[in-house]
C-alpha cells in the first residue's frame, strides 16, 4: 500500500534533503562576504594560530588538531584559509540546526496530536520547509554569528559542538541507536575542554538523556561506558601541555 500516511516521514524533503541546502547556501553567502584578510575581529586568533605568540598554547585544544594544517600554509594565505574555514563551521551548525528543527516532534499539544498522526509526530503539512529556513535565517544572519563565520575568531568551531551534540541526541529519537549517545558524551568531553561553557550546560546534557532514556539511564552498563566516553572527550585536555613539556617551554611541570 502505497498513501501519503505509510510514507516514512524521514524521508521528507523538510528533514533530509532541506537541511543540505541551507548549509549550502549559507556557506556560499558567507564566502561572497568573506574577509580576505586579518581584520581587528580575528587578529588574536590569526596570530595565535599562526604560532607568532611567545607563550605556550595550553588552550582550544581541539582547535589545535584541526587547524595544525594551516600551520603549514605560507603566512600570506593563512588568514584566508582560517576564515573559509570559520565559514564552513557556520555552515555546518546551520545545516544541524535546520536537521534537528525540522525533527522537533509535533506532539506536545492536544491541537497537535489531533492533526498530525505522522510517524515520530513529524510536522507534515506544506509548509514544512518554514521552520527550519526561519531557524537558519535568524540564527545564520545574526550580526555576531555571521562577523565569526566571515572572520576567525573560532567562535563558530566552538559552537560546533554544542551543535553536534543536540543533533546527535534528535537522531536518538528517531532510532534510538544508543551509539549516538556514547559519540555525543565523547564530543561533550571534546567540547568541555575545548570551551569552558559547556561546563554550565552539562546538567542540561544529563537532564535530557534522563528524559530520552527514563529509567535506562540508570543501568551501570550504559552509564559506565558514556562516563568513558566523557572522560576520553576530556582527555584532549591535557594535550598541549604535554606538548608543552616535551617541546621544553614549559620546563618540567604542566602549570606555572
Known amino acids: 500500500m502505497s498513501t501519503e500516511s505509510s510514507k516514512d516521514p524521514r524521508q521528507n524533503f523538510a528533514p533530509r534533503i532541506l537541511p543540505w ?5 549559507a556557506f556560499a553567502i558567507y564566502l561572497v562576504t568573506l574577509n580576505r584578510w586579518v581584520s581587528l575581529f580575528n587578529l588574536a586568533a590569526v596570530t595565535k594560530i599562526s604560532g607568532r605568540t611567545w607563550q605556550p598554547d595550553v588552550l582550544n585544544p581541539v582547535l589545535f588538531l584541526f587547524t595544525a594544517p594551516f600551520r603549514l600554509l605560507p603566512a600570506a594565505a593563512v588568514p584566508l584559509a582560517l576564515n573559509i574555514f570559520s565559514a564552513v563551521c557556520a555552515a555546518v551548525t546551520l545545516g544541524l540546526l535546520a536537521r534537528v528543527v525540522a525533527l522537533l516532534p509535533h506532539d506536545r499539544t492536544h491541537a497537535q496530536r489531533t492533526r498530525e498522526h505522522s510517524g515520530f509526530s513529524f510536522l507534515t503539512i506544506r509548509a514544512a520547509w518554514l521552520p527550519p529556513v526561519l ?11 555571521w562577523e565569526s563565520a566571515t572572520n576567525f575568531t573560532g567562535e563558530t568551531f566552538d559552537l560546533l559542538p ?9 537522531e536518538y529519537r528517531l532510532d534510538e541507536r544508543v551509539g549516538r549517545l556514547f559519540l555525543a558524551a565523547f564530543i561533550y568531553g571534546a567540547g568541555m575542554a575545548e570551551n569552558y561553557a559547556l561546563v554550565g550546560f552539562f546538567p542540561v546534557f544529563i537532564i535530557a538523556l534522563i528524559w530520552m532514556r527514563g529509567k535506562s539511564f540508570f543501568n551501570l552498563g550504559f552509564l559506565a561506558r558514556m562516563t568513558m566516553g566523557g572522560l576520553a572527550g576530556l582527555l584532549f585536555f591535557l594535550l598541549l601541555p604535554t606538548l608543552a613539556v616535551i617541546s621544553g617551554k614549559v620546563p618540567g611541570a604542566y602549570w606555572w
Open 135 to 145: 531557524a537558519a535565517i535568524v540564527c545564520g544572519w545574526q550580526l555576531s554569528f
Open 21 to 25: 541546502l541551507l548549509a549550502a547556501a
Open 162 to 170: 554544542f551543535a553536534l551534540v543536540i543533533w546527535l541526541l534528535a
